[in-house]
Structures are given as structure tokens and as C-alpha cells.
Nanobody, 125 residues
Framework: QVQLVESGGGLVQAGGSLRLSCAAS????????MGWFRQAPGKEREFVAT????????IYAESVKGRFTISRDNAKNTVYLQMNSLKPEDTAVYYC??????????????????WGQGTQVSVSS
């Protein structure tokens, strides 16, 4: 498995921006599609975005499309989530996850086998 560590969370006002980072170690980073998920208080964890192993394909949840951008740097073993125009409803713990290329491509949470510890994002109104 790959080990994942998120950073970059914090408190921001509505309309502001944050960039989350997720550093990977332990296995070949380019062997994995990468994703971001989030869990708000009292709610189930939900999909946010995913990026293919080579960075050529992405999928976004409708709720973040046009505001968030996922990217990766395979030379740095890092995946990013640039979050713009943040809303209070974006408040959640954000998790980075890795999905082996051998399991196919998509947004299914159950296919992501490695998870980070999460980073808190809080958006005030």
C-alpha cells in the first residue's frame, strides 16, 4: 500500500481559497489513480474529485465543478486540490485516497484502498 499525508487545511472565509496537498510514499505513485473525498459533520463521506495516474483525466462532483481543481506532480509524489470560491457547505474533513490502476478508473469509494488521515477545512459565512 501507499502511505498518504494531507496538509493545507484551515479556516477561510466564504469566497476564499485553499490548496490541499497530499504526499505519498511507500509505493510507485504513478501506479495509482488519486482522489479526494470529504466528510461533513453528521454526513457520510462523499466523493470530491479524482485524477488518473498520468494526470490526463479527471472527474469532479457536481457540487465542486468549476470551483475545485485536482492536479498531481508524479515527480514529487504529490496530489493537490485547489479550492476556490469556497462556501460554508464545503466545510468538512478532506481525505486523500489512492486507487491502484489495476482496479480500473472511476469515482467508486470502495475501489480506493489507501487513505490519509484527513485535514479539516472550515469555511465561515
Amino acid at each position: 500500500q501507499v502511505q498518504l499525508v494531507e496538509s493545507g487545511g484551515g479556516l477561510v472565509q466564504a469566497g476564499g481559497s485553499l490548496r490541499l496537498s497530499c504526499a505519498a510514499s511507500g509505493r510507485t505513485f504513478s501506479s495509482y489513480h488519486m482522489g479526494w473525498f470529504r466528510q461533513a459533520p453528521g454526513k457520510e463521506r462523499e466523493f470530491v474529485a479524482t485524477i488518473s495516474w498520468g494526470g490526463t483525466a479527471t472527474i469532479y462532483a457536481e457540487s465542486v465543478k468549476g470551483r475545485f481543481t485536482i492536479s498531481r506532480d508524479n515527480a514529487k509524489n504529490t496530489v493537490y486540490l485547489q479550492m476556490n470560491s469556497l462556501k460554508p457547505e464545503d466545510t468538512a474533513v478532506y481525505y486523500c485516497a489512492a486507487r491502484p490502476r489495476t482496479t480500473g478508473w472511476g469515482r467508486e469509494e470502495t475501489r480506493f484502498g489507501s487513505w490519509g488521515q484527513g485535514t479539516q477545512v472550515s469555511v465561515s459565512s
